[in-house]
């Protein structure tokens, strides 16, 4: 069981007992985004169109490698979010970023009056503003993992975030972005508080990643009352370049 800190809200994990946001995409995608899923072996992704977070089991084995280079294709690039271990031979690390997570541990969430609920429809303005504002991946498909809520100027859609991965009893806020001809205004504060207030009255409690280095947005979240609760890491890899098994992805039964 987790321990509970003075606001209620789950501590870290007893020593040796996993908690759920050590492998969130794992957590989620055999959760509550089950219906996502796709599946080849123990290896778990989402869609390409709906986002690029993918899941290893906690401890990877050889065969757990060979599914995942299959699932991706001979020579794909793929993100690796959280894993800390070693990469076979014939694997490529391409990039790695330093991460924190963060848990809600005391925000003041409350709707946002200027808020509107953003839906497919949408979609194109959001895959612009998120192209000018570089928050993190935003696909095609993304809005229908949760709630988006935006703001709107002259009908211009110029703020936004909304919900990503889904470990049960939790949920992640992202995509959290402003037009920089409105930054200063505090909408991304107020976006974030609503879109909690959201995760809230589901009985949820939100958490949230950004990089080590994003300090601007770490002291925004510090002060509107989340915790950081670890620090992690987001690689990619390139798969080997070998033809895959022949054996096809497959939705989650």
Known sequence: MSA?????????AAAGVPHVLDNPALASLTGPHAHFAER???????????????????????????????????????PLPGFR???PDGWEITSRIEGVQFVDDGLAAAPEPEAVRLGPA????????????????????????GTYLGIRRDGALIAMAGERLHPPGWTEISAVCTDP????????????????????????????HTSAENTNAIRLYESLGFRLRRRTAFLAARAPQRPARDRAAVPVP
């Open 4 to 12: 509970v800190s003075s606001r209620g809200v789950p501590g870290p």
């Open 40 to 78: 080849r072996g123990r290896v778990l992704r989402y869609p390409v169109d709906v986002s690029p977070w993918l899941a290893l089991p906690d401890e990877p084995d050889a065969r757990d490698w060979a599914d995942l280079a299959a699932l991706a294709g001979p020579g794909a690039e793929v």
């Open 85 to 87: 271990g070693e990469v």
């Open 122 to 145: 949408d979609v194109p303005e959001m895959l612009d503003l998120v192209a000018r504002t570089q928050p993190g991946p935003f696909l095609p498909r993304t809005v229908e993992l």
């Open 181 to 208: 001809a409105f930054r200063g205004e505090g909408l991304a504060t107020r976006l974030i508080l609503a879109v909690a207030h959201g995760i809230r009255e589901r009985g949820e409690t939100p958490f949230l």
